[in-house]
């Protein structure tokens, strides 16, 4: 059975960092996909970043791009994003999920099999 846990969350001032973690169990030696999304009050659940395991090819949403970094530890099981200049509107729940993929296509949140709890990130400018 695969578990991911987030860590990491807080609040931060505006042009801060800050590194989310996420913890994997269960994770099967075949190729996955792994991913943060992130939630904000009244908002859709919106994916920002995404890794194969296996490349790893990595993608990252518009709205992230050149301030996030995602990286990936497969023999710890563990994935990062380390978040860099954020902003009030990056304040939000992330979370980290897996699917069982060959690709990551369709990197939308009904895709997703399996997700951590979440962790909260406020950034107050």
């Known amino acids: 059975q695969v578990q991911l846990m987030e860590s990491g969350g807080g609040s931060v001032q505006a042009g801060g960092s800050m590194r989310l973690s996420c913890a994997a169990s269960?994770?099967?030696?075949?190729?996955?996909?792994l991913a943060w999304f992130r939630q904000a009050p009244g908002k859709d659940r919106e994916g920002i970043v995404y890794?194969?395991?296996?490349?790893?090819?990595?993608g990252y949403d518009d709205s992230v791009k050149g301030r996030f970094t995602i990286t990936q530890d497969r023999a710890k099981n563990t994935m990062d994003l380390q978040m860099h200049s954020l902003k009030p509107e990056d304040t939000a729940m992330y979370y980290c999920?897996?699917?069982?993929?060959?690709?990551?296509?369709?990197?939308?949140?009904?895709?997703?099999?399996?997700w951590g709890q979440g962790t909260q990130v406020s950034v107050y400018s």
């Open positions: 269960g994770l099967p030696n075949s190729t996955y996909c």
């Open positions: 999920a897996a699917r069982i993929a060959s690709n990551c296509y369709y990197f939308a949140a009904r895709t997703f099999n399996y």
């Open positions: 890794i194969l395991s296996s490349d790893p090819r990595i």
